[in-house]
């Protein structure tokens, strides 16, 4: 296994591990057919989104799906991602 699956292993297993302490279990998608799944119902997930809130001050992404739910994702890098770079020029002036 290279340096780069031992390290998606090792976070992987840290993570179950952290959810274990809640009592909750974790399922763990490493292998190429588990992994096209999975993202295979990413792919699906994300296509129902309507309305994306991104809020960088508190590392969180809000999705409003197409069936009025809404779901959550914590992430230190994804609102970043999704935020537009800050405009100082006024609109139609």
Same mark, same amino acid.
């Given at each position: 296994m290279s340096a780069m699956n031992d390290k998606i292993a090792s976070q992987a297993e840290r993570v179950v591990a952290? $959810? @274990? $302490?809640?009592?909750? @279990?974790?399922?763990v998608s490493l292998e190429a057919a588990a992994l096209t799944l999975s993202r295979a119902a990413l792919h699906d997930w994300v296509d129902s989104v309507v309305g994306v809130v991104s809020s960088p001050g508190v590392g969180r992404v809000s999705l409003i799906h197409k069936d009025g739910s809404q779901s959550s994702i914590a992430s230190s890098r994804l609102p970043f991602l999704l935020s537009r770079p800050a405009r100082f020029e006024r609109e139609g002036g």
């Open positions: 952290l $959810e @274990a $302490e809640l009592e909750s @279990a974790g399922e």
